[in-house]
């Protein structure tokens, strides 16, 4: 079990390489060949994924603190989109962190086709579920060895395959050395839609069945947005996808939409019904939260 599939500390750890700006090759792929972490041995491994995850009354503190998340209950059914919105700090962060056991519930209990996370093997969990912040970045290196880290054993075809997918062939193809072009600070600078393609390529490549996925609120050109949207909307197909969500796009198309305040959940319902609602979401939609496509829109 390699490290380089824990989606979390991965990441975290690419960017201790960019902050100390050392050169990725080589480094990176020690810490791909890593030892996984003592706490992410032992437990269960399952066949399989279908992905219905259901959170059963999860309560959750910070140690020493009050709790941060309290009573919440939340299902989503295999290939499902949920959006989780609310005010900064309303504890939906905490809520995914939950579900990858970054951090463990005091109360209640989180299950993924029936089985309690708290029984699974970590490393084996955090391999089967992606996560993707949209403020990824790329460290210094090739596109190649940026995506695979998605996949090590990935063919050329594959990689543009992943690419296009997240419409990000078009501009990979007019790179100088297309796959071998180096990026980042010692390479051709990308914009921060490209970045985001290739971020959302890389985890296609992964194919987890479980997706966690931070929206950025960086602001992008219409046409970028777009291209992103979709570059989204094929990477959450046919996975159980929890969304951090700030595009009206992203909630407009989820199945369901859970509202956090102070960790608990006050709403929850589709765009439309929450709409009729005139509550907390409605509010979230009329202010910067939701609403920079709102006011396009309606
Ligand atoms: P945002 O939209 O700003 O990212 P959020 O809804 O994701 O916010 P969380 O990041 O889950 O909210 O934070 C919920 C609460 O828990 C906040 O009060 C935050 O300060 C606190 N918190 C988050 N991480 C930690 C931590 N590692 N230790 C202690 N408190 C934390």
């Known amino acids: 079990l390699k490290f380089f599939y824990d989606p979390i500390e991965s990441l975290h750890q690419l960017n201790q390489i960019l902050q100390s700006g050392r050169a990725a090759g080589e480094r990176v792929f020690d810490i791909l060949d890593a030892e996984p972490e003592a706490d992410t041995v032992g437990g269960r491994e399952m066949a399989g994924i279908k992905g219905q995850v259901r959170y059963e009354n999860v309560g959750f503190s910070y140690a020493g603190k009050t709790p941060t998340v309290h009573g ?106 297309l796959l071998d072009t180096h990026v980042g600070e010692r390479g051709v600078k990308l914009s921060v839609g490209e970045k985001q393609r290739i971020s959302i390529a890389r985890a296609l490549l992964r194919n987890p069945p479980i997706l966690l996925l931070d929206e950025a609120t960086a602001s992008v050109d219409t046409e970028t947005e777009r291209q992103i949207q979709e570059a989204l909307e094929h990477l959450m197909a046919n996975r159980t996808s929890f969304v951090i969500a700030h595009r009206l796009s992203t909630v407009r198309n989820a199945d369901c939409i859970y509202v956090l305040e102070h960790g608990r959940i006050i709403e929850k319902g589709t765009h439309d019904e929450l709409i009729a609602q005139d509550g907390m979401y409605a509010k979230l939609c009329r202010t910067s939260l939701i609403a920079a496509e709102t006011a396009a829109e309606e």
């Open 72 to 177: 919440v209950s939340l299902e989503a059914l295999p290939g499902q989109t949920i959006a989780l919105v609310g005010p900064t700090g309303a504890g939906k962060s905490t809520l995914i962190n939950l579900l990858t056991r970054f951090y463990e519930y005091d109360e209640g209990m989180i299950t993924i086709d029936g089985v309690p996370v708290h029984e699974l093997n970590k490393a084996w969990l955090r391999r089967n579920i992606g996560y993707v912040t949209q403020e990824s970045f790329l460290f210094n290196g090739t596109v190649r060895e940026n995506l695979v880290i998605g996949r090590r054993d990935a063919t050329d075809e594959q990689l543009w395959q992943a690419l296009q997918s997240a419409n990000a062939d078009g501009f990979v193809k007019r790179l100088p050395d």
